[in-house]
């Protein structure tokens, strides 16, 4: 069943990775650990993390002991940010369809996939990966959602 809400594979990989680093506080965490943890193919996941490299909130040191941490504290990054490196600017105004022209005269969705749109700019604007330290579960514990 398709779900109306959409999140792309390659935010969702930038979102878990960006949580996921930042519950090792400091330390640097290697592609191969992150890609464990998020079940991601190490060259998916290398564009995904090349991308917040350049947008400056992941530093990458190469050499056995390198991998990736955070470059900002974890309270001074928020979802937004890892949003629009990954998907760009968000466009919360509009037509859901992206059409030009509606045949009706007003709209058969009452406004909702604005609202839901708003709704989520909220929670990506008011969600810091400071919230998440400690979140990580051990192997073969159960999570909750």
Do not use: W
């Amino acid at each position: 069943m398709a779900g109306t809400f959409h999140l792309s594979e390659m935010l969702s990989l930038a979102l878990h990775s960006m949580v996921y680093i930042s519950t090792y506080e400091g330390e640097y965490v290697n592609v191969r650990q992150i890609a464990q943890a998020t079940g991601a193919s190490e060259a998916h996941l290398s564009k995904v993390l090349q991308r917040l490299v350049k947008g400056r909130i992941l530093r990458s040191v190469r050499g056995p002991k390198g991998g990736f941490t955070l470059e900002k504290k974890p309270e001074d990054i928020n979802f937004l940010q890892i949003y629009e490196m990954i998907e760009g600017p968000i466009d919360s105004e509009g037509c859901p369809t992206h059409r030009r022209e509606c045949p009706f005269s007003y709209c058969i969705f009452r406004g909702m996939p604005e609202k839901l749109n708003r709704q989520f700019i909220d929670y990506l604007t008011n969600t810091r990966l400071s919230e998440f330290m400690g979140n990580r579960r051990a192997p073969g514990e159960p999570h909750h959602h």
